[in-house]
């Protein structure tokens, strides 16, 4: 019944910014913390960023570091993945995930709630 709805997605070239909004469909405040994931093609899943509803300091990997924030947006239930410097190795599908404990958040577990996911192509 909790949806998580992904956009912001779609093309753009190297060194360009975008932004990907999460809209959940219930109080973001429910969610203990979201995340990003994505998974390119032939690409194993990575973990982008994790954001906490609460106290707690953001999570990135290291291959988004200094690049890509993350932010929320409570009133509107809305999860954010600003994407500056974007190189063509970011491309792949970027999902959104709500979790209730850190290894949701962590590992992506399929407890969690997933979006559908939107697409990034950084040519």
């Known amino acids: 019944e909790v949806q998580l709805v992904e956009s912001g997605g779609g093309s753009v070239e190297a060194g360009g910014s975008l932004t990907l909004s999460c809209v959940k469909s219930?109080?973001?405040?429910?969610?203990?913390?979201l995340a990003w994931f994505r998974q390119g093609s032939g690409k194993e899943r990575e973990r982008v960023a994790i954001?906490?509803?609460?106290?707690?300091?953001?999570v990135y990997a290291d291959s988004v570091k200094d690049r890509f924030t993350v932010s929320m947006d409570k009133s509107k239930n809305t999860f954010f993945l600003q994407m500056n410097n974007l190189a063509p190795d970011d491309t792949a599908m970027y999902y959104c995930?709500?979790?209730?404990?850190?290894?949701?958040?962590?590992?992506?577990?399929?407890?969690?709630?997933w979006g559908q996911g939107t697409q990034v192509t950084v040519s």
């Open positions: 995930v709500s979790g209730a404990s850190d290894m949701d958040c962590y590992v992506g577990t399929r407890r969690a709630v």
């Open positions: 219930t109080d973001i405040n429910r969610s203990y913390c």
């Open positions: 954001g906490y509803t609460g106290a707690g300091a953001p």
